[in-house]
C-alpha cells in the first residue's frame, strides 16, 4: 500500500514541478491605434489590407470627406449610402467630415482640425494615407498633422504602382471607376472594372493606379470585406469640362 501511495504521489509531483516552472502565457503586445483616411477607392483599400494584416495597428475608425450638397463622397462622387455599406462590410466606424461644395481651403482646414482634435482627445496620434509616391501630397499633411501634434502612417508608400494594382487584382478585390479625367484618359473608362482587361487598355501616359488623378474608384468587395456591396454602374455624366463621373447605384 505504501508503495502504491508513493507511485500514486510521484505524477502531482512532477506535475507541481511543471507547473512552477511553466512560462506565463505571452501577452500580445497591444496595436496602436490608428485613423484610416478613407476615400472609398482602391489605394486606400490597399492601405488598409496592410493595417488589417499588421501585428502593430489597429485601425479605430475610417475617416472621409462628404459633400454636404451631393451627399457624396468628395472628388470621387460615390453616393454616401455606399460609403455606409462598406464601413458596415469592413467593421469599422466611420467619421464623416461634411464639406460644402467648392470647399475653400480655408473651410476644409478648419473642418480636418475639428477631426484631428477629435481623435487626439481619445488618444489617437496617427492617420494613415493610402498616398503612393506624391511628395508635395505627403509633406502637405504631414505639416498640417504636425500642427496637430499627430503623424502620418503611409502603408503602401513608394509601392511599384503597376505590381500595387496588380496584386490588387490578384487578391480578389473588385471595383468600379466612379470618375476619370478625361484630360488624362477616355471619358468611356467611367463604369469599368478595375481589371486586367482595364490596365491593359490605359494610354501609356496614365498612372495605373491612376495617382496623377487619373481616375477615383469604389471598391465593393475583397478579402477583407465580410460581403461584397451589390451595386451597378449607373448612368454616367460630365461635370465641367472635365471630368465624367459614373454614377455607381446600390442594387
Not at 490597399?46 to 472628388?75: G, N, P
Not at 469599422?92 to 476644409?108: A, G, Q, R, V
Not at 494594382?165 to 471595383?175: D, E
Not at 479625367?181 to 463604369?191: H, V
Request: net charge negative; hydrophobic share 40%.
Amino acid at each position: 500500500m505504501t508503495a502504491n501511495a508513493e507511485d500514486i504521489s510521484k505524477p502531482a509531483t512532477i506535475a507541481s514541478v511543471h507547473a512552477e516552472n511553466a512560462r506565463p502565457p505571452r501577452k500580445k503586445p497591444a496595436r496602436e491605434p490608428v485613423v484610416l483616411s478613407w476615400s472609398g477607392g482602391k489605394d486606400s483599400t490597399m492601405a488598409a489590407y496592410h493595417l488589417l494584416a499588421s501585428q502593430k495597428y489597429e485601425i479605430r475608425s475610417l475617416l472621409t470627406t462628404v459633400t454636404e450638397e451631393y451627399d457624396r463622397i468628395s472628388m470621387h462622387g460615390v453616393r454616401r449610402d455606399l460609403l455606409e455599406q462598406q464601413a458596415e462590410s469592413l467593421g469599422i466606424p466611420l467619421h464623416k467630415i461634411m464639406i460644402p461644395k467648392d470647399c475653400t481651403n480655408e473651410i476644409y482646414e478648419a473642418r480636418m482640425r475639428e477631426a484631428m482634435s477629435h481623435f487626439k482627445a481619445q488618444g489617437i496620434a496617427k492617420i494613415a494615407f493610402g498616398d503612393l509616391f506624391l511628395q508635395d501630397v505627403k509633406q502637405y499633411r504631414d505639416e498640417r498633422l504636425a500642427q496637430a501634434g499627430m503623424t502620418g502612417l503611409y502603408p503602401i508608400w513608394m509601392r511599384d504602382t503597376e505590381e500595387l494594382v496588380r496584386t490588387f487584382i490578384g487578391l480578389g478585390f473588385k471595383a468600379l471607376l466612379a470618375c476619370v479625367d478625361t484630360q488624362a484618359i477616355d471619358a468611356s473608362f467611367a463604369g469599368r472594372e478595375i481589371d486586367h482587361e482595364l490596365l491593359r487598355d490605359l494610354p501609356e501616359s496614365a498612372d495605373p493606379c491612376g495617382e496623377y488623378g487619373e481616375y477615383h474608384s469604389f471598391v465593393y468587395a475583397g478579402p477583407i470585406f465580410k460581403k461584397a456591396i451589390a451595386c451597378r454602374a449607373g448612368d454616367r455624366v460630365m461635370r465641367g469640362e472635365r471630368f465624367n463621373y459614373c454614377d455607381i447605384v446600390a442594387l
